[in-house]
């Protein structure tokens, strides 16, 4: 589902004297429907810039990221805004949505992106935050008020919305407390029964041997000579 | 003062000309505002300047006029009016409709239909419908142009949502054969179906906006409404306490300090003719002044 | 699944707006030079500068609002594409109030202040022949609603609103004739932070919904990120990136945008 061949990447830093900064080279990888991989590797060694790569929201020099049958790397941003719809969701550690939304309509919009019927995606969102713990007084707030590990599981349950064929998943675990870690993970389990193929970060290694069938080490994608 | 101080009709023949002119444009495009020169007149903007340049411009030696304001032949204005074109153009004046050639007025249509051959001349302050809500001149023109008069509804809806009903009751905007939507000057939307169809040729003139505008003869006209609010002509639900008509236009009279009141037709002519062939009103044929004395 | 994804791909096969080579100067001064980008059903573009970078030229000119010196601006009718920089004025406006909508940032500018919030809404409505008082009234009720506006506020004039809801009110105005494609000049300008995000969340539920194509002019980068599906920075007339909005606002390429991001206080 997830194809990764050769990719590279550098930062060009214009407004430092131009100076370039190559983080990846030759990365390869892949993921199977139904299959979860875990990247691991030191802070910085480009576990993040890798998952952005695949989201999009970082450019490759070269290679190619393929989800399904689209390239990232080289598909127009229109491809890739129907990719996000439909085909590749993201957990990402930071929330970031419209302020003074209601909790349970930030959780319910990528069903109604997809054209769901406003009753049914709000019914699956309330589905997702009941079974994360958010409790039902808070669901008509806007989660930008909520704590860190509230966040988080908004987050999860908005990414979770809908059945993405692919999902990335940065630290979905991290901050949550034993009992809703419990909950990410049964549905992290569920999603590769229904054949989701997954690419995760997971710096709790017991969440990481639960859930992941493969680890790819990134440091073997850093530059050769860079420094 | 002698003969030769003024030229006929007193604007000079130049002046009739460009008048004219674009009284001729105006009537080969009905409803459609005609910019003239506007000149000077030996009276101030606002006592129908604009008419009585249209009226020189038209008059003959042999025209008969009439001049009304509010339906009276006997009010300041009217008689100011005919006294001038008297002096001017030593013309033969009249206050029966069907004997004048040309109408000078101001707030009316007389009650009496118009006949081929005769010029309604209309005294308008502003001509343009569209002003109420859009006071750039550029907008309004290039709207009359594109035929976009959303605008006039959103006047007559303005007028339901705060009355419950189309409260403009005069200057009540129309469309002329199909085409331009025109201010009729200030005369009471009972008047508007006599716009219509009629035999008399009617021309429009504002002196201080220098415009002209025209319908002419048998020229469809049809006034602005909604499908559920149709447009209708009202009118003081009685008849006239004098001549007994129930269908001319009535102007309320009050009589003392009680709250004594008449309703009496205000196109005057119309009224005297009916008393002369017999008809009498409520009050039996009483005058206001008589009335009064009571 | 798969066949969601072809039924997106398939919905926005033609462009709703294909802009070419547009070029506007101002004597020897660039308005903006030699532009061309695509605009989708359903799709958001931002457009991102500083004042004097071209992007308000930019707008004016695909608006229909002032006349580029080059380029054609073809626009999706039911005719087919139409460039509307050479169709004549009466059939451009007729697209004006029916097709596009145009959102100032300063609501004054779009709105008739000597007219009732029922009214400016039904403007719209009777420009394309409406005739039915009750009708009209209907769907004036109905958008102060999705605009969240009191509909016993219908009556009054916008000058006795707050200025957020003048500029939803202004929207409302706009939208009310289901236009394809909406022109925004600094929609959230000069409003306070809490009444930007109600717009913002606004203005995402009815693009949503209606299937809207909007541009959106702004220096606010907060504002493109949560509106925004694409972006281009410009600078001095020109486009210097462009992109998917969180590529071009994460990953700048640009010496400019680069710049530009990083000028930003992160919150």
Known sequence: MITIENLCKSFTLHNQNGAVIPVMAGANLAVARGECVGLIGASGAGKSTLMRMVWGNYLAASGSIWVGDLDVVTASPRQIIALRRSTLGYVSQFLRVV???????????????????????????????????????????????????????????????????????????????????????????????????????????????????RLIDVRAFTPKAAA | MTDQAYNFAYLDEDTKRMIRRAILKGVAIPGYQVPFASREMPMPYGWGTGGVQVTAACLTPDDVLK????????????????????????????????????????????EAALTAGQIMVYQVPIPEPLRFLEPREVETRKMHELEEYGLMHVKLYEDIAKHGQIATSYAYPVRVEGRYVMDPSPIPKFDNPKLSGNAALQLFGAGREQRIYAIPPFTHVVSLDFDDHPFSPSKANHSCDLCASDTSYLDEVITDDQGGRMFVCSDTDYCATRRAAGHIGALGGQTITEKAAE | MTDLSHAFAAAADTPL??????????????????????????????????????????????AGHMRPDQGEVFFQTAQGARDTVQMGEAERRRLARTDWAY??????????????????????????????????????????????????????????????????????????????????????????????????????????EMGLSAIIVTHDLAVVRLLADRLMVMKDGHVVERGLTDQVLDDPQHEYTQLLVSSVLQV
């Not at chain 3, 022949?129 to 009234?137: E, K, L, M, S, T």
Request: with cysteine.
């Open chain 2, 67 to 110: 001049v009304i304001d509010q339906g009276a032949d006997d009010t300041t204005n009217a008689v100011s009016i005919r006294k001038f074109f008297v002096a001017t153009a030593g013309i033969a004046v009249t206050e029966a409709t069907d004997k004048a050639t040309i109408i000078q007025t101001r707030h009316r249509i007389p």
């Open chain 3, 17 to 62: 707006l294909q802009v070419k080579n547009l070029t506007k100067r101002y004597g020897a001064r660039m308005g903006c030079a030699d532009i061309s980008f695509d605009v989708y059903q359903g799709e958001v573009l931002g457009i991102v500068g500083e004042s004097g970078s071209g992007k308000s030229t930019l707008l004016s000119c695909l």
């Open chain 1, 99 to 213: 302020p003074r939304v209601p909790t349970l309509d930030v959780v319910a919009e990528p069903l109604l992106f997809l054209g769901v019927p406003a009753d049914i995606a709000r019914a699956r969102a309330a589905d997702l935050l009941a079974r994360l713990n958010i409790p039902q007084r808070l669901w008509e707030l806007s989660p930008t008020t909520f704590s860190g590990g509230e966040q988080q599981r908004v987050n999860i349950a908005r990414g979770f919305a809908h059945p993405f064929p692919a999902l990335l998943l940065d630290e979905p675990t991290a901050s949550l407390d034993a009992a809703n870690r419990e909950v990410v993970l049964t549905l992290i389990q569920e999603a590769k029964a229904r054949g989701a193929a997954i690419l995760g970060i997971f710096h709790d290694e017991a969440a990481r041997d639960r859930v992941c069938d």
């Open chain 3, 103 to 208: 959102v100032h940032q300063n609501p004054r500018d779009g709105l008739r202040m000597g007219v009732s919030a029922g009214g400016n809404v039904g403007e719209r409505l009777m420009a394309i022949g409406a005739r039915h008082y009750g009708d009209i009234r209907a769907s004036a009720i109905d958008w102060l609603g999705r605009v969240e506006i009191d509909a016993g506020r219908i009556d009054e004039r916008p000058s006795a609103f707050s200025g957020g809801m003048q500029q939803r009110l202004q929207i409302a105005r706009n939208l009310v004739t289901a236009p394809r494609l909406v022109f925004m000049d600094e929609p959230t300008g000069g409003l306070d932070v809490s009444v930007q995000a109600r717009l913002l969340d606004l203005l995402r539920g009815l693009v949503r």
